[in-house]
Structure formats: C-alpha cells, structure tokens
C-alpha cells in the first residue's frame, strides 16, 4: 500500500478531518486509519465492524483509530486486537500526533465538493447525544483561517465548498464580538467573487442569524439547500431531548424561507422511537415530514449511548422502534419521490462528480451523460426521473 488508506465514518465534519489527514500523511505507506463515529450504539458497531474489516483487507499495514469512538469508547476500542494505536480526536489534525512534517497543502480533492470544518465542539447537552464527550465544547475557525483553507481548495479544483461543524451555526459564540454564521458566509462570498457555490451542511434552525437567514433566502451562490438538525416532530419529545425549537420554529422558518426562495430543498435528522415516545408521538414526527416538505431525510432509530440521560429513560422495544423507523423512510421517500417528479421538465446547472453523476443546487442528484467532466458545471434538462435519480 503505497498511500495512507483513510476510512471515514459518520458525520460531513469527520470526512473533512479525513481530507486534511489524507494530505498531512500523504507520505506515509503501509497505513490505515479508521477516523471513527459513536453518536449511537449502531455506529459504534459499525466503527468495529470497519476496523475489522480494515485488518482482513490490510493484514500487515500499521491501524490507527481515531475520531469519536477512539475518544468515547477509548478502552473498547483500544483492546481490539486489530488496532495498533489511538489518536486523540482533539490531536489527529496535529502533524506531531502522527510524527509527520507540518501542515501539508490539500490533495486534489477526492470529490468535486471540498468540505471545511469551521467549528468543533458543542455547548449543548441533548439527552441522547455524547458527541460533546468526544469533541468537546465550541470552538471556531477564525475567519482568516477558513479563508485559507478555502482558498487551497479552489486552487487544486474545488467547485463547491461545503461549511461544515459540530454544531455549525454556533460558529463565532467564542469569537470576539460572537459573530453569527453569516458575517463567515458574508466574507467567503466577498474573498472569492467568482467562486460559484456554498452549500451548509446541518444548521440548528433556532441559531440561523438575521445575515445567515438572509443569505439562505436572497444569495444564489448560497445554495438552496436547507439541513435542519431536527431529531423529532412532537413538543414534548423535543422537550425531553432538551432541543432548543419547538415544532412551531421549524415551521415558522420553512414557511419564511419557502416564501421567499421557493425553490429551497429542505432536509432533516429525524430520530425514530425516542423513549417514551407513543403513537401521537410518532404520528406528528410523520407529519412534521409532509409539513416542511423534507425532501432528504436521514432517520436514525432510537440507539442508547451509556451514560446519557436518555438511555435511562423508559425504553421502547426495539421491534417498534425499527417499524417506525421504516414508517418514516417511507413518508420520506414518498415525499422525495413526488418531489423529484416535480422537477422534470427542468433546467439545473449541475457539478459533475467522477462516477457519472452530479448535484443540482438544491441537493437532487443527476445521472449525467457519458463523457461529463468532472469538476464541470453543466446545464441540464432533466427528462425523468429513474431510481432516485434525475435524468
């Protein structure tokens, strides 16, 4: 194995810790990283599963783990007979963690997308979350500091940036002046006037500021794509998950955006059978689905993480939680179904990705024809749709 293999599970700020890791042990051979997830019980045994994986593929390399479960789950982790070594997660981005060379310039980008993480950390304490034990609290990226990464990620080819973060909107509460997301955006969109598009990825709806709010709803470049971290559609459940909106805001912010941006896509986190959660429950999460008009969904069933209050709440079984998690994928791909249907017809300017296909600006996904560069930018009339694909 002549580069570094980097496996990146889990969130959109792990795959931009990845890229940066994939350039920082660019020179390193004979290495595997697992760089890992344990934001439920099902993605730490996916994280295992990897590593497991990773050894029966690469039976002589040096198997490093890192990321979230390395942090979380240190001593099960740790005594996995596949794993030669922990990297901190508060450490893997430090050349001196890995006994490389210092900071290395980005590789050309895997993908046409780059993404940047320009914050870490939570300040807040969801019932079911432990990502704050493995991150920590809040931090930002100064804006001087995205604008350079930013700016070695359009110099190797990058065609979309993606901001990412742990908790993304709360980019700049440790800033001096605690500036909102938005003035970020703003000095990205003003740094690099010919640089087409600037997606978000999941952004806490209570925490879109008035510029951010603004941005979303006027700026083309921006793109039309809104990814609410919502995990529920009932008050109480969100009261006993301790998030910060009620069903009203989510509504309230939708209904705004759509009004004046009628094309915005929106998506959602969405937890099924949450403890305590009933049928009515469960019913105004389905419909919280058909009331935003959430186009990409990602459910999550119900996973306990040991040592947060929600695993000591009263547990639903584990057959009702999975059928109604199966209830909500369904809603959900019905509504992205008649969704992708209303676009036929259409013109998108669509980013060719290197395996065919290429995202429109509001996240749909087009199967491009033969020959399509990618990196490129091309106008598209969509014909059908076929397998979830625009065509």
């Known amino acids: ?161 993606v901001l990412t973060g742990v908790d993304l909107t709360s980019w700049g509460h440790d800033l001096p002046g605690t500036p909102g997301l938005g003035v970020l955006v703003e000095a990205i969109l003003a740094a690099f006037p010919s640089f087409p598009r600037l997606r978000l990825s999941s952004v806490d709806g209570v925490e879109i500021d008035p510029a951010l709010f603004d941005l979303l709803a006027h700026e083309t470049r921006v793109m039309p794509h809104l990814h609410l971290s919502l995990q529920h559609g009932a008050d109480l459940i969100l009261k006993r998950m301790k998030r910060r909106h009620a069903r009203a805001d989510a509504v309230e912010l939708v209904s705004r955006l759509k009004a004046l941006r009628p094309g915005i896509a929106v998506g959602a986190d969405i937890i099924a059978g949450f403890p305590t959660e009933d049928a009515a429950h469960h019913a105004q999460n389905l419909s919280i689905i058909d009331e935003l008009g959430i186009v990409h969904a990602h459910v999550f069933p119900f996973s306990p993480r040991p040592g947060t209050p929600a695993a000591r709440m009263p547990q639903l079984a584990r057959e009702v939680i999975k059928a109604r998690a199966a209830d909500l994928r369904t809603r959900a791909a019905d509504t992205r179904a008649a969704w992708l249907q209303s676009l036929v017809g259409e013109t998108l300017p669509v980013l060719a990705e290197r395996d065919g296909t290429g995202y429109a600006p509001n996240y749909a996904r087009v199967a491009l024809p033969d020959g399509t560069a990618a990196g490129s930018i091309v106008n598209v009339t969509v014909r059908e749709v076929r397998e979830g694909l625009l065509v």
Do not use: Y
């Open 1 to 161: 194995m002549n580069a570094p293999q980097i496996i990146s599970l889990g969130c959109r700020m792990n795959i931009a810790e990845s890229e940066r890791m994939r350039a920082m042990l660019a020179g390193e051979h004979n290495l595997v990283v697992v760089n890992s997830c344990a934001v439920t019980g099902e993605a730490l045994r996916q994280t295992r599963q990897a590593i497991r994986r990773a050894r029966r593929d690469h039976p002589t390399a040096r198997l490093m783990v890192t990321g979230c479960a390395a942090e979380i789950d240190r001593d099960t982790i740790g005594a996995m007979e596949e794993v030669d070594g922990l990297i901190a997660n508060a450490a893997k981005l430090d050349p001196r963690s890995w006994n490389v060379a210092g900071e290395a310039a980005p590789l050309a980008p895997a993908r046409t997308r780059a993404f940047v993480a320009v914050q870490n950390g939570c300040d807040h304490a969801c019932t079911f979350c432990v990502i704050p034990q493995g991150r920590g609290q809040s931090r930002s990226l100064p804006v001087t500091a995205v604008l350079r990464e930013i700016e070695t990620h359009l110099a190797v080819g990058a065609q979309e940036i």
